[in-house]
């Protein structure tokens, strides 16, 4: 019987939406009206091995190679990157007729084409950040094509509510920060409340899915499966590259995942962890930004997938039924180009001279943080709380500069964090404020780049206390700015030689790659104040020496090199696609991609029948579970029906037949005592018996026939 999330699927597939319970249909075929030209295609059914699956499945999952039977309007050899967000904005025009649109400067999707070849197009898919009226839809999707190269997924509300707030910020998000639900009080909020660790939702899970294939089928309306390069990105769309492979089974195919993978302990908690993992294992390249996010990953493909993973000449890779999916593990890097710019703005002066004058003499530490649960903004009060008092030196001169962006979502969890920051804030400059000194500087507005630029640029340390936090460049981009803008004459720049500092969570995804930054379990309050201390008080030398190290690798790692090597690694993956025999086979999220060597011939019965009527000499293996009785956990003694098959074989001179299975000497003896003649290798091999009249060998001896026509069958179900 299928599980209720496979049947899911092929309701999703055929449109049954009704099914599901999700009013989707009308939207949908809205969506498919679109203004976007659909190129037209030839399908070509290679065939199904159903046989190969070894699964008694109706229905064999139809395969599609597809090619175009026209060129494609869009330019040949694209990268097609799909997120959930497109990095573009749009604003409604002020006299309320059509819409505005430009680029989102500071969006990773949009950097990333620095890395990739400039004679590679690059078309985005994915969702806007505005309410756009269906009736206006078309001509929205027209002009972004046209003018950006981005193709807009317009997913109804509801199905946006429950697909954003409710399973990917409420389920997915918080248990990969490492979050579970131990109560049901969360899933008791609405569905834009903040993320919280609500009992899992089978129709959010549902809403998921759905959304998934909507983003599938704006992949479709564009794709040139046999040139073009899918580049997924990100826990919302986990679930597309299924969607994908089983309408293109040799698409190259890459994902990236953006947010932490947590352990195998974490994730196994997850009611639809397996459905997700064989998704993922339909990409041909996983990436992630650390080794602990892959070790992870592949921890859960072990664990609950059985499949183990390989490493040659420095590369990571999955066997996955004939594929190798291989594993990329490059932390991001920020925009070198677009922060040096900003730091030859002439706002930049202004704001750091003003700056310079408001903490003259005061050492000041900076913390830019969104403001949620996972951040650690509090912890991070705590500890400077401390230093202050375990370090009396420091009152008066030290400055706690906490810039919190504006949270973007609404809860409990959050409010009651909001409230203790707060608190902890009047409280550190009550205690240790004097005239003209407040030790904690709160800023909890919208902060511009080119300000945040001048607090990176004054700031002598930066704090990150995250307590679980993907990557996190906040680090890089302090760096940066502490390092200035090459051939700047700036009157207000920071005089001497370049230096910073950083107290980093170990938490954090960045922290691998900064050696030089003093790393801290941000819970261990009086830890983190000593490296605050450290920090401040370090020579003068050793930071200089700290800065230029963390410099050479950021600017060397910066977000074209992160991205030109996934590019390069991707392709690498996919350089025997189209050499290959693939087959697709399984229904639902058990699809796969069966891919066979060029040579491989399917095994013919009546091929194995001749060779064993003709041959004098047979030697025939048997495994026995799996092969002689159903695989099990329990000791299942063989049927009588087994019993005699055996006896039948052993009675003909020809045949030399043996057991070969895990299970101990004692234990198939007395199953298979009446089959007299049946040779036994027990406990893989290391207890051997020719005949049950003979005594058990514990060494291998050598036989030879030497008869002409000898057969070796050995049957093994994998």
Not at 352 to 368: A, D, M, P, R
Not at 664 to 680: N, R
Not at 689 to 711: F, G, I, K, V, Y
Request: net charge negative.
């Amino acid at each position: 019987m299928m599980s209720r999330s496979y049947t899911n699927l092929l309701d999703l597939a055929e449109g049954n939406f009704a099914a599901l319970g999700l009013a989707g249909g009308g939207a949908r075929r809205r969506q498919g009206s679109f203004g976007l030209k659909r190129m037209s295609r030839v399908m070509t059914v290679p065939g199904t091995l159903s046989e190969l699956d070894g699964e008694d499945e109706s229905e064999p999952a139809a395969t599609n190679s597809v090619a175009s039977d026209a060129p494609s309007s869009l330019a040949a050899d694209r990268m097609i990157v799909v997120s959930n967000q497109l990095p573009v904005v749009a604003r409604r025009r002020p006299d309320g007729r059509g819409w505005s649109f430009s680029w989102d400067e500071d969006s990773l999707l949009l950097q990333l084409r620095d890395g990739i070849p400039d004679e590679m197009e690059v078309l985005f898919v994915g969702s806007l950040r505005a309410d756009v009226p269906v009736a206006e839809q078309d001509e929205v999707s027209q002009a972004l094509l046209d003018r950006f190269r981005c193709v807009p997924v317009f997913l109804p509300d509801h199905l946006n509510d429950r697909f954003y707030h409710g399973f990917c910020k409420r389920q997915l998000w918080p248990l990969f920060h490492y979050m579970l639900p131990f109560s049901s009080s969360a899933s008791a909020t609405t569905a834009s409340s903040s993320p919280g660790n609500g009992r899992f939702d089978r129709s959010a899970w549902e809403a998921y899915v759905l959304a998934n294939k909507f983003f599938f089928e704006k992949v479709v309306e564009v794709i040139n499966p046999e040139d073009d390069y899918v580049w997924v990105h990100d826990y919302h769309l986990m679930v597309l590259p299924t969607f994908l492979r089983r309408r293109f089974n040799r698409l190259r195919i890459g994902f990236f995942l953006h947010s932490p993978f947590p352990s195998s302990e974490i994730y196994r908690t997850l009611p639809v962890r397996e459905e997700i993992l064989k998704a993922l294992l339909n990409c041909d390249l996983i990436g992630f930004h650390t080794f602990d996010y892959a070790r992870h990953f592949l921890s859960c493909c072990s664990r609950m997938l059985g499949i183990e993973y390989q490493s040659k000449r420095g590369y990571i890779g999955l066997d996955y039924f004939g594929r190798t999916v291989g594993i990329k593990i490059m932390p991001v890097g920020i925009h070198m180009g677009q922060l040096q710019s900003g730091l030859r703005l002439p706002d930049r002066e202004w704001r750091l001279s003003e700056l310079q004058q408001q903490f003259e003499g005061k050492t000041v530490l900076l913390g830019v943080d969104d403001m949620d649960i996972f951040k650690g903004i509090n912890l991070k009060l705590l500890a400077f709380e401390n230093m202050l008092r375990t370090h009396p030196k420091w009152q008066g001169r030290a400055v706690l500069v906490q810039i919190a962006n504006p949270a973007r979502g609404k809860g409990k969890d959050l409010e009651t964090i909001q409230a203790e920051i707060e608190e902890s804030c009047r409280r550190i400059n009550g205690d240790f404020g004097q005239s003209g000194y407040s030790p904690v500087v709160f800023i909890d507005r919208d902060v511009s780049s080119v300000e945040k630029i001048a607090y990176y640029t004054i700031a002598e340390c930066v704090v990150v206390t995250a307590v679980r936090d993907g990557m996190n460049l906040t680090p890089y981009e302090y760096i940066v700015c502490r390092q200035g803008a090459p051939g700047s004459e700036s009157t207000s720049e920071v005089s001497g030689p370049k230096k910073s500092m950083l107290v980093v969570s170990e938490f954090i995804g960045c922290s691998p790659s900064l050696s030089g930054a003093i790393r801290v379990n941000p819970w261990n309050i009086e830890a983190t104040a000593e490296g605050m201390n450290e920090a401040i008080s370090m020579p003068e030398q050793e930071k200089q020496l700290r800065h230029e190290k963390h410099y050479r690798y950021v600017s060397s790692h910066d977000v074209a090199y992160w991205s030109r090597s996934f590019t390069q690694d991707l392709e690498r993956a996919c350089k025997d696609h189209f050499r290959r025999t693939c087959w697709g086979i399984g229904l639902g999220f058990g699809f796969r991609v069966v891919a066979l060597d060029p040579h491989f011939t399917k095994l013919n019965i009546d091929s194995i029948v001749n060779a064993y009527e003709i041959s004098e000499s047979r030697a025939i293996l048997l495994d026995y579970d799996g092969t002689l009785v159903p695989q099990t956990s329990i000791n299942k003694p063989p049927s009588p029906e087994v019993v005699s098959t055996i006896n039948t074989l052993c009675s003909d001179r020809r045949n030399i037949v043996f057991l070969v299975s895990g299970r101990d000497k004692d234990t198939l003896g007395e199953w298979f005592a009446s089959c007299p003649k049946l040779g036994i290798a027990a406990e893989h091999g290391y207890f051997l018996r020719w005949s049950r009249d003979e005594e058990w060998q514990t060494c291998t001896q050598a036989l030879d026939h030497h008869r002409q026509r000898n057969c070796l069958i050995t049957w093994k179900v994998y």
